[in-house]
């Protein structure tokens, strides 16, 4: 097994992540630091360590849904310095390492795909796949029926075209001065929503992920998990070609 694969199913999360971790010289194999991803390891004999720590293959794989709140980072690291709440800190004493499957940003709430299958985390964000996500926004101003039409037809930001697979209005904000739409997308660069939202001058004030794919977001109050079902889980390998038991 390739060293980046066994990483990945050893949940230090989908292979670019890991792949990080091997150039920054934090993995020895049998006590030598290594320095390729394609490095073959045999986990019945080979001693694999991440920091010191004796990496080992999970019993079995596990899949959560995690609610995150608004101003939280999508993080499994420590980070130096930074005192802000992160991902890792509602999962300090699960018994099994775990990561986020993509990013959501510190100022976006909703829907967080937490497992240690690093084949379906990649396949997941994978543009190939184009695994669609639904989002609900509350943008500043009124948006009206035709500048609906014209988001539902695109836009070019600085990193290439987006073209929404939906966009529907909701609701006036409470005041009547902002408007809550739900857009569903399959494309993941970097905070695409609210770049999207940006280029027709309605800037994204809150932002909630409510599903990826099959996977729903539903009543999970804000900071909590639940294991995802047999089916949920089916259906999202399915999605993306894989089999169970894969």
């Known amino acids: 097994m390739r060293l980046n694969r066994f990483l990945s199913y050893a949940g230090f999360g989908a292979r670019r992540k890991v792949e990080e971790l091997i150039k920054q010289q934090r993995v020895t194999v049998n006590g030598e630091v290594v320095d390729s991803p394609a490095v073959d390891v045999d986990p019945k004999k080979d001693v694999v360590q991440v920091d ?35 991902v890792r800190d509602f999962f300090r004493k699960y018994p099994v390492r775990i990561f986020p499957v993509g990013r959501l940003d510190y100022n976006t709430e909703g829907l967080l795909l937490m497992t240690n299958d690093g084949e379906l985390a990649d396949r997941l964000m994978h543009p190939r796949y184009h695994v669609p996500k639904t989002y609900i926004a509350k943008v500043k101003g009124r948006v009206t029926p035709a500048e609906i039409e014209r ?7 600085e990193d290439g075209f987006v073209k929404p697979l939906s966009i529907k209005y909701l609701k006036p904000s409470r005041t009547g001065k902002n408007t809550y739409l739900e857009i569903t997308i399959d494309v993941g660069r970097n905070r695409i929503v609210r770049r999207f939202f940006q280029r027709f001058k309605h800037p994204v004030l809150k932002l909630k992920r409510i599903s990826i794919g099959s996977l729903k977001l539903g009543n999970l109050p ?16 399915e999605a993306v070609g894989l089999k169970e038991g894969d």
Not at 53 to 75: A, G, M
Not at 151 to 157: T, Y
């Open 222 to 237: 804000r900071g909590y998990y639940r294991e995802l079902t047999r089916e949920e889980v089916e259906k999202l390998k």
């Open 151 to 157: 988001m539902k037809k695109g836009a070019k930001l």
């Open 52 to 86: 010191g720590e004796r990496v080992r293959l999970p019993k079995k794989f596990v899949y959560l849904l995690f609610n995150k709140p608004q101003s939280v980072l999508t993080t499994m690291e420590k980070v130096e310095g930074d005192r802000r709440t992160t």
